[in-house]
């Protein structure tokens, strides 16, 4: 992954501490969906694609309030879902490879890592992650209550530099 670090972290966590809803930037949104169909290996990578979704879902939210007109140009960005079961998937099946923490039931996925917590509903339950949930690796997660999806382009921008920071290393 090739991405350029544009933001001081401490700033960024600043912002990301604050509730205020931020704008979604056409740029990041194409960042963002650029990275859809990747598969995350590693803990930076993995955050930085649940960063990119949380933005997506953000942008998804923000489109049922939309003119007609205006969806019509960004519907095939509601599509990602598909794409995040299979990354769950992947994490659940390589499960110990990741430092994350991860709670799924019928209708909520939720997985903290590095701190955050990202929730989405509507993830398929594939055999895997049905076997998952049943399992001793399978844990219940309180939620802390900070909605990401007001903030997404923060975190979004907090997790590039996590990458930019890893390569650099």
């Not at 290996?41 to 489109?63: H, P, V």
């Not at 879902?81 to 998937?89: A, D, E, G, T, W």
């Not at 099946?93 to 996925?109: A, G, P, Q």
Request: glycine share 2%; aromatic share 10%.
């Amino acid at each position: 992954m090739n991405i350029e670090k544009e933001y001081d972290d401490n700033e960024l966590i600043e912002i990301i501490s604050s509730t205020e809803v931020q704008e979604i930037k056409p740029q990041e949104l194409k960042e963002a969906y650029s990275v859809i169909k990747y598969k995350p290996k590693t803990d930076e990578e993995l955050f930085l694609y649940l960063s990119s979704m949380n933005l997506l879902n953000a942008w998804s939210a923000k489109l049922r309030t939309m003119k007609p007109k205006e969806k019509k140009k960004l519907r095939k960005i509601n599509h990602f879902k598909q794409y995040l079961s299979l990354v769950i998937n992947e994490v659940v099946e390589h499960y110990d490879e990741f430092n994350c923490e991860l709670s799924i039931n019928s209708n909520m996925t939720l997985i903290e890592i590095n701190g955050f917590q990202f929730s989405f509903q509507g993830i398929k339950l594939s055999k895997s992650i049905k076997e998952f949930i049943e399992s001793e690796k399978h844990t219940e997660i309180t939620w802390k209550g900070k909605r990401l999806q007001p903030i997404s382009p923060s975190v979004y921008k907090y997790a590039k530099g996590k990458i930019k920071n890893n390569s650099t290393d």
